[in-house]
């Protein structure tokens, strides 16, 4: 798994004009190929009366999964400005379709470049990107004595308190950044006197949105 990687928040759409044909971009954050393909089907169903519908993706770790279609267009004049701007702002799992109503105008090579690139890059901001971060997660159960210490030492590490369970003890839930893990477990640790519990339960993905973490689950068995 990537320690961080940058990607869309939630899907979104975008439109502009170029000498009277429209350009509809439509992004979607995708986990695999098969969810890229089935986003371009629906987009083909949706759009079916378009003059094009231009796509691109690209997905995996390594962004070894990258595909684009021209659909009709001109050879290197539609998908690839599309797929050029997933690979300039390193977005992983991200699609792109880009349907055109030709408007009775000829851009020529140029034009349909900067048209098809322009509105890939008004889907992606629409779309709004984000850094997604790896994290463990971790429950450091202690007891109430060894409460304001320990809160302050797991932020003053940088780490993210994502909850607090009050029962007989304190449990903080823990986000460590992924490699941060046995500086942490060694820090709590020695501050609690090796009395506080210190368990990993998971890893998980959060992304800072307005200030706010926003946690994905991660499926570890895929």
Known sequence: MLKRFKTVLQPAEAEIIEKKSRFIATVRPVKNEEEAQAFIEEMRKK???????????????????????????????AGLPVLNVLKGDELKNTAIVVTRYFGG?????????????????????????????????????????RLGKIQYEILQMGNVIHDTIYTDEIAFVTLVEEGNEEKFISKITEISGAQAQIKQIKHVYGAWIDNQLTIEEINEEE
């Open 47 to 77: 759009y079916w009366d378009a003059t094009h519908n231009v796509f691109a993706y690209q997905i995996g770790e390594r962004d070894q999964i990258q595909r684009f279609s021209d659909d009709g267009e001109p050879s290197g004049t």
């Open 105 to 145: 105008t000829l851009l020529g090579t140029g034009g349909l470049v900067r048209a098809y690139g322009r509105s890939a890059r008004e889907g992606v901001l629409a779309a709004k990107i984000v850094e997604k971060v790896l994290y463990s997660v971790f429950h450091v159960v202690t007891d109430y004595s």
